[in-house]
């Protein structure tokens, strides 16, 4: 039985198999310390750790799929296990669908919210009142730029990404003085399987925006993190992208984002299982060219 006394601090990186939160956790290696890598894919796991370890850190795997149920017991066992505690928590695991919400699976949309939000969640209300005990550590926690603003053809992505940034703010405030960091990463895209798994890729939204590296955004999280930063947007675009969206009305700023996010050829929003362009597409085309065509 290990006592409280030899307990370790570890950072631990949700989603630390590939994109960000691997990157992130190259960087953490650096400082030689413990390094926990939580996700499903076992290859990823293993290619993270072993970056880890080069990078100097000791590295730690637990294979676990996060919306499964109980993530928050079988991490604090995995932990104790080997004598460690959770200092850092950097979530980083994430995904987004591009559809419009009425064609997109349902049970794939409320995923968005199992892992984005109620896991995220989860995990940071379990780790912190220890961190705030130990007056030490805090969490990281990844937002988006689509954070700023809602997101039509994306919708409970960048919902998701605006509960991040808001939870993560009103803790980062909640904390001051208590030795214990919030932080929220906002970037725009980034080069990572993400763009590719969420269909991202194909709007003209995350196409007009410049990818940063995964590496690129790490460098700048871990800093800002470790100089107590409460928000960090990495990037010259992804930051005039946050200010616009915050500085534009509603009403503006919807139209623009949905023009930008919406593929000619998704299905139409109005079900009728027909291509937006063939269908409401067509409409919109008509009415913006006058009354004198006659509308389906
Ligand atoms: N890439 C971008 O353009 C971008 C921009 C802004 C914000 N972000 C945000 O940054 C975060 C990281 O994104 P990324 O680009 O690094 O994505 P990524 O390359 O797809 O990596 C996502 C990570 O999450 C893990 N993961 C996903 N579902 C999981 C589950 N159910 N249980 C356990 N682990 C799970 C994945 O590992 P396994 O598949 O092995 O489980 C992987 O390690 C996300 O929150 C994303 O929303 C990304």
């Avoid at 066992?77 to 980083?92: E, K, Q, R």
């Avoid at 808001?166 to 980062?172: R, V």
């Avoid at 984002?257 to 998704?266: E, F, S, V």
């Amino acid at each position: 039985m290990i006592s409280h006394r030899e307990f370790r601090p570890a950072v631990v990186v949700i989603g630390g198999s590939g994109g960000i939160g691997r990157a992130i956790a190259s960087v953490a290696a650096r400082e030689r310390g413990a390094i926990v890598l939580v996700a499903r894919s076992p290859e990823g796991l293993a290619a993270a750790a072993a970056e880890v370890r080069e990078g100097g850190g000791e590295a730690f795997t637990l294979e676990l799929d996060l919306v499964a149920g109980d993530a928050p017991t079988r991490l604090e066992d995995f932990l104790s296990a080997h004598g460690l505690i959770c200092d850092v928590l950097v979530n980083s695991a994430g995904y987004g669908l591009r559809g419009a919400a009425t064609a997109l699976p349902i049970d794939g949309q409320l995923g968005i919210i199992d892992l984005n939000i109620h896991s995220l969640t989860e995990l940071t209300l379990h780790f912190l009142p220890g961190m705030v005990a130990r007056r030490r550590g805090g969490v990281l926690n990844l937002s988006s730029v689509a954070g700023f603003v809602p997101g039509p053809y994306m919708a409970l992505y960048f919902a998701s990404k605006g509960f991040v940034r808001f939870f993560s703010e009103a803790l980062h405030q909640e904390l001051r003085r208590t030795g214990v960091t919030v932080t929220c990463v906002a970037p725009g895209p980034v080069s990572t399987e993400f763009l590719e798994r969420s269909g991202a890729y194909q709007t003209v939204l995350f196409n007009i925006l410049p990818k940063l590296d995964p590496e690129a955004v790490a460098e700048r999280a871990w800093r800002g993190f470790k100089s107590g930063r409460r928000l960090i947007v990495p990037g010259i675009s992804a930051k005039l992208a946050a200010l616009v969206a915050t500085l534009l009305p509603s009403a503006a700023i919807l139209p623009l984002i949905g023009r930008l996010q919406r593929g000619g050829n998704d299905p139409c929003p109005c079900g009728s299982g027909r291509k937006f362009k063939k269908c409401c597409g067509t409409r919109q085309i008509q009415l913006r060219r006058g009354p004198r065509r006659t509308i389906p």
